[in-house]
């Protein structure tokens, strides 16, 4: 079968990857490359957790996403997955998030373990502790390559006989239930058996009758801080990644290659054009993560800010991907709404839209469009 795949974030370029792997021809188009800058993909580098609340189909996924990265390091030779584990800091007194997830990443094969806070402080001097009512010790939990990884898939794709072209297309003329060709932007079409979506927060400008209500577009700043001379304090192993579920859901990853400390608020602000919206830092978000800094890492309150950058989640009203077939052709299929999450699930989605569209398998009740369409809505995508 030979699948066009359009988009080579996260999502199109794990998808173009599992499907290569399992005999497919596939061609995958991106205008800007894989996890280019204005891409939800892009820039350094993302968490991946198992703790999941009591959402035991996440956990799983996660669990096996863990091992299909490291699987991919191996057969690409290059590090992706950075496992520094992650303390979890809980300053309000529901804990429920972490403990709740106890038994289920038990359950899975991780482990997550509850830590005193003297036990934390003793370990991690440099976080201030005083106002951390919980902390839980997450080992498998780690960072990985964001841009690079994406980088990586498509030249293991096209190393397996795939072809990427630099292309925008758009879905042509559904025809009966067949779409019958993309277009591409350069002029001309293109056909193939099968066609893969996986535009990240392009999905409701190609799909606007089907998604433009169900998806929607947030402005999300990460920062970048410089680091005191000769401290390894920030630096791993003397770090790991870390999640503070305060009223603001705040995480960061040490100085990775040198790029800096970084910090991120997971607060969904505003509706964002990923194609000609500004990437400028705001000065008031700067000041609340710098307050933030000096708060929770003391020794941090006066470090530089060395970048930041503008990026942006596409968020589903309940937090859930959505992989599934469009329904009205029956070979075209959509991956996308990746959240604030979806990185670390890459290979996972990978996984299912390959054997969607090669082996016809069902997709997950949660990943259905039906499951957006009939959705409650989230105050906080940490609940997935
Ligand atoms: C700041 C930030 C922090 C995050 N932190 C985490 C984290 O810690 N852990 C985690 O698991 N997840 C995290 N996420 C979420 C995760 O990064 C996203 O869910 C994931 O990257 C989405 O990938 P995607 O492939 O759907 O979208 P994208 O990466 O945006 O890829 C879509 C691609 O489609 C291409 N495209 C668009 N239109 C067309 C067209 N017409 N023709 C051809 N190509 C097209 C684009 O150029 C783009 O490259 C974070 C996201 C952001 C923004």
Redesign the pocket.
Known sequence: MHVAV????????WTAYQLVQRGAKVTL????????S??????E????RGTYGNDEVYTQLVAEAFGAWEDFQRQSEHQVYFPTGSLWLFSKSDDGYARTAMPLLQRHGLSLEEWTTGQARDKYPQIYLDDIKTVFWEKEAG??M?RKT?QYLVEEVVKAGGQFLH????PGNIEGTKLKQIKL?SGGAFTADAYVF?????MP??FPALLSDLISISR?E?HYFGLPDLSKAYRTPNLPIWVDMGERIM?GVPDYDGRGFKV?DDTREGNFD?STADREVRAEKLNQVRQYLGYRFPALRDAPMTEA?V????NSPNGHFLLDQHPEADNVFL????????????PVVGRIMAERVLDGLSVPLEFRLESLQNAGTLSNQFEH
């Open positions: 359009v988009g080579a974030g996260a999502f199109g370029a188009f991106d205008p800007w490359g894989p996890g280019h204005r891409s939800s993909s892009g820039g580098t993302r968490l991946i960072y990985l964001a994406c292309e925008r297309a758009a932007a996986a535009c990240g927060p392009w400008t190609l999300q990460i995480y991120a990923p950058r990026c942006q989640y596409s991956a996308g709404a990746g959240c604030g999450h979806g990185f670390k699930l890459g």
